[in-house]
T-cell receptor
Framework: DSGVTQTPKHLITATGQRVTLRCSPRSGDLSVYWYQQSLDQGLQFLIQYYNGEERAKGNILERFSAQQFPDLHSELNLSSLELGDSALYFC?????????????FGSGTRLTVV | QQPVQSPQAVILREGEDAVINCSSSKALYSVHWYRQKHGEAPVFLMILLKGGEQKGHDKISASFNEKKQQSSLYLTASQLSYSGTYFCGTVTGNQFYFGTGTSLTVIP
């Protein structure tokens, strides 16, 4: 157990629907990062939050949004889902906002859009 | 801005050594290394900060040459458990980028 909790582990939904992925960071970590990994592809950075504030944005579609709450858990909202959104979505956390520490990853949410 | 790793894939026999390289076109503040097994989350191996340091983790070590904007991961006396995809991660400014990945397979 890495200490980063992601729910749900699996999600199957239809095109056009909206889903919410949840992440609880490791205790003491203030930064949360969201990554998308399509089949046998690399890790695409979506967005980072640090202590409730958006810190960096990557290749996140306009249909996707995220937020970090006062208790530091984060949610990634995916709307108007398309088949191409099927992927593994990872959340990672770290103590700081920069790259001075390693990232701890959750076990991921596997999203299947049918 | 995504760091490029080489080789893309490598197959080793147990006990053999391997080197994975990571190159960036941008000045680097630090380099991370991760290993990901199929269908699982990436696992942090080590971080190297500016200063050309070399770190070790069991029989896995790494070096960081900030002038060349490169890092290398060394796996010695490979074990079956080393199989997976290795990613470097680089910090440039306040942005973090994962590398293109290297698939490593260790066979008996």
């Amino acid at each position: 157990d890495s200490g980063v909790t992601q729910t749900p582990k699996h999600l199957i939904t239809a095109t056009g629907q909206r889903v919410t992925l949840r992440c609880s960071p490791r205790s003491g970590d203030l930064s949360v990062y969201w990554y998308q990994q399509s089949l046998d592809q690399g890790l695409q950075f979506l967005i980072q939050y640090y202590n409730g504030e958006e810190r960096a944005k990557g290749n996140i579609l306009e249909r996707f949004s995220a937020q970090q709450f006062p208790d530091l858990h984060s949610e990634l909202n995916l709307s108007s889902l398309e088949l191409g959104d099927s992927a593994l979505y990872f959340c990672a956390s770290s103590p700081s906002s920069g790259g001075g520490y390693g990232y701890t990853f959750g076990s991921g949410t596997r999203l299947t859009v049918v | 801005q995504q760091p490029v790793q080489s080789p893309q894939a490598v197959i080793l026999r147990e006990g053999e050594d391997a080197v994975i390289n990571c190159s960036s076109s941008k000045a680097l503040y630090s380099v991370h290394w991760y290993r990901q097994k199929h269908g699982e989350a990436p696992v942090f191996l080590m971080i190297l900060l500016k200063g050309g340091e070399q770190k070790g983790h069991d029989k896995i070590s790494a070096s960081f040459n900030e002038k060349k904007q490169q890092s290398s991961l060394y796996l010695t006396a490979s074990q079956l458990s080393y199989s997976g995809t290795y990613f470097c991660g680089t910090v440039t400014g306040n942005q973090f980028y994962f590398g293109t990945g290297t698939s490593l397979t260790v066979i008996p």
